[in-house]
């Protein structure tokens, strides 16, 4: 086992020959302290083998997380000027006009997204842990193209961990950092996802023969011994004895990943409510029909008990025409049912009974038989989401409601009444409750 650090050439070949005399002085000139922090780290068990078995598991999960943020983003209609952030020039990806069906659709994308970045949590630290010592090596880079990896290396680290802290933070509504969310952790995503495949291109082969060597996971605590010296490091120069096996190590963090996963499925499996304890839309509030989550309540949306008592009037506008409805006129016009999932950006959803008129019914009323979008206004003068535009699309769809009951009762105050918006796939967050204006345009 070797216990001197490599030899200035490094694994990338000899130092190229302007910057030699750079790597050769940062060689000489060591911190104080720089070869005991290197000495420190010495669990046998590290290696490109474990290390590499966390990375498959990233690289398999990693994307699936990205791609269902990027959908969620098309979500919530971009076109109106409703998604968030807004203007995000060149970074801007192709959109569409999200679809209705399947009704769960927009359930799955964002109970993926938050659930499963929730799971990697210890994947994500048990990879850190197995390459912690790369961050105390001196010098940092013996060549270019070490600096490259490095520069990825840490917009990697950097990237993912705040990606994961501030979406733990956002969907416990504590918003410690000073900064918008949506923003942040949009170009965050941007910055760690280019990171990501740069750090990808440059250690698949790596990755690859380690896992094609011996397969350390199969050994046991007490035949655990260090993998061979690594071009990369990872091995302890002076390892201690084996505390746990690699088997071992790789349960503890699977067991922690399964934990996490019982704790959270249940914001979006309804059978499962209560076991999501992490989160706090997770329990049920009652046992009555309206009982489910609610993520901003008529007290916070400030909507008065007078807005929504019997002088309350919907106001349909299209067509050159207004008309005007109370509620007692609403129940009164055909009444549709239909079983439809509500999903929020924190991750939780639920589905429930919904009972209310047609969306495609109402505009007909002002003769909008096919409008090209729909602008919901609510009651509520405050919040980012205080109106919605919904598409043509989401409008005709023949289970977009305006719903009136839920569960065969009257909606209650925290769930919309007197009205409020449900479409399939539809994000929560434009489920506008406390409606009391939709414009249809086209």
């Avoid at 994961?164 to 995503?189: E, P």
């Avoid at 939780?348 to 019914?361: E, H, I, N, P």
């Avoid at 769809?397 to 909606?411: E, H, M």
């Amino acid at each position: 086992m070797p216990t001197s650090p490599p030899s200035p050439a490094g694994p990338d070949g000899p130092p190229s020959a302007v910057p030699a005399r750079l790597w050769r002085g940062l060689d000489r000139h060591r911190p104080p302290g720089a070869d005991a922090v290197a000495r420190a780290w010495r669990s046998p068990v590290r290696g490109p083998w474990l290390t590499s078995v966390f990375g498959v598991v990233l690289l398999a999960t990693l994307p699936l997380v990205i791609v269902t943020g990027l959908l969620d983003w098309i979500a919530y209609g971009p076109r109106f000027g409703q998604a968030f952030p807004g203007d995000v020039g060149w970074l801007h990806p192709p959109v569409f006009d999200w679809p209705t069906r399947p009704a769960w659709l927009f359930r799955v994308t964002q109970g993926l997204h938050v659930t499963l970045g929730i799971v990697l949590v210890p994947v994500v630290l048990g990879k850190l842990w197995s390459v912690v010592p790369k961050l105390f090596d001196w010098p940092p880079a013996r060549s270019a193209a070490q600096v490259l990896e490095r520069l990825s290396l840490l917009l990697l680290v950097g990237g993912i961990l705040f990606q994961i802290v501030t979406g733990l933070l956002n969907i416990q509504y504590a918003y410690l950092f000073g900064f918008d969310f949506y923003t942040a952790h949009w170009y965050g995503a941007w910055i760690f996802t280019a990171a990501l495949v740069t750090h990808v291109v440059i250690k698949l082969p790596r990755l690859v023969t380690a896992l094609r060597g011996p397969g350390f996971g199969r050994t046991p605590l007490d035949r655990t011994r260090p993998e061979p010296a690594d071009p990369d490091g990872l091995v302890a120069r002076r390892p201690g004895p084996a505390t746990m096996s690699r088997r071992g190590v790789l349960a503890l963090v699977g067991g922690g990943a399964l934990l996490l996963a019982a704790l959270t499925v249940g914001q979006s499996v309804d059978a499962l409510r209560r076991t999501a304890l992490l989160l706090p839309r997770g329990r049920r509030i009652d046992d009555g029909p309206n009982g489910f989550p609610v993520n901003r309540s008529v007290a916070a949306a400030g909507v008065t008990p007078a807005q929504t008592g019997p002088g309350w009037r919907l106001t349909l506008r299209g067509g050159g025409r207004t008309v005007t409805l109370d509620r007692a006129r609403l129940l009164a016009l055909a009444q549709h049912t239909a079983t439809l999932p509500i999903a929020c950006v924190e991750g939780w959803s639920t589905a429930q009974t919904w009972t209310g008129v047609r969306l495609r019914d109402l505009a007909a009323l002002v003769g909008a038989s096919a409008p090209a979008a729909a602008r919901v206004r609510s009651l509520e003068r405050g919040g980012l989401f205080r109106q919605a535009t919904l598409q043509g699309n989401q409008v005709t769809d023949p289970d977009a409601l305006l719903a009136l009951r839920v569960n065969g009762v009257d909606l209650s105050p925290d769930h919309g009444y007197p009205a409020r918006i449900i479409v399939p796939a539809l994000p929560g967050v434009h489920c506008t409750k406390w409606v009391e204006e939709i414009a249809f345009d086209g």
